[in-house]
């Protein structure tokens, strides 16, 4: 199978600094990588799509420059979260696709970032 | 209205039992259909996809009707192991993928 992993996957900071997720597919190559939320009891909700060398796609709603995100390569994508907030703590997951634009090109999850912000 | 909607459970059956999972999505135009189970504070794990004819693996059978917009998943002979929550996956155009909330399932002793 295919592994992706993410680093950190816990981190408590204090409101106003930024926290640096890394997402990394380990064993194949990513063209497009997912950055989802999910907060307590409710399902996984999309906040961006990040395709390697350019500009991610953000969901609406998602602000842009809270949330940034750097797809430098085919096997890691960024999310940073800036001036983070309370309110900004979640679970943080990430997702990694394979390339190629078979319809059933299924997504392999990183095993989540915990943040905490006090 | 939301793209993908599951009833969230939870579903307590005794092992052994059956039970079935449906899930509804709005657009027409998706093109794939997943099954994902998340365990407790873990990340989604596929279980498998579902493909236009329906299909079976092992005590897992996922079925899409495209005439009414779902997709249902049926687990035989339930383990406690099957505990867990089942997402619902939607997915149109290349990037799109649309997350049921999840419908949690308790298989009890």
């Known amino acids: 199978g295919a592994v992706v992993s993410q680093h950190p996957s816990w981190v408590i900071c204090k409101s106003g600094t930024s926290v640096k997720i890394e997402c990394r597919s380990l064993?194949?190559?990513?063209?497009?990588m997912f950055w989802y939320r999910q907060f307590p009891k409710q399902s996984l909700m999309l906040m961006a799509t990040?395709?390697?060398?350019?500009?991610?796609?953000?969901e609406q709603g998602v602000e842009k420059d809270k949330f940034l995100i750097n797809h430098a390569s085919l096997t890691l994508s960024t999310l940073t979260v800036t001036s983070a907030h309370p309110e900004d703590s979640s679970f943080y997951i990430c997702?990694?696709?394979?390339?190629?634009?078979?319809?059933?090109?299924?997504?392999?999850f990183g095993p989540g970032t915990r943040l905490t912000v006090l | 209205r939301k793209e993908v909607e599951q009833d969230p459970g939870p579903f307590n059956v005794p092992e052994g039992a059956t039970v079935a999972f449906n899930c509804t999505y709005s657009?027409?135009?998706?093109?794939?259909f997943f099954w994902y189970r998340q365990d407790c504070r873990k990340e989604p794990k596929l279980l498998m996809s579902v493909y236009s004819s329906g299909n079976e693996d092992g005590r897992f059978t996922a079925q899409l009707n495209r005439a009414s917009q779902y997709i249902s998943l049926l687990i035989r002979d339930s383990k406690l192991s099957d505990s867990a929550t089942y997402l619902c996956?939607?997915?149109?155009?290349?990037?799109?993928?649309?997350f049921g909330s999840g419908t949690k399932l308790n298989v009890k002793p």
């Open positions: 990040s395709n390697e060398g350019s500009k991610a796609t953000y």
């Open positions: 657009n027409s135009a998706s093109q794939s």
């Open positions: 997702s990694a696709q394979r390339g190629g634009q078979s319809s059933y090109n299924e997504q392999f």
């Open positions: 064993d194949f190559q990513a063209t497009t």
């Open positions: 996956v939607v997915r149109y155009n290349f990037n799109k993928f649309y």
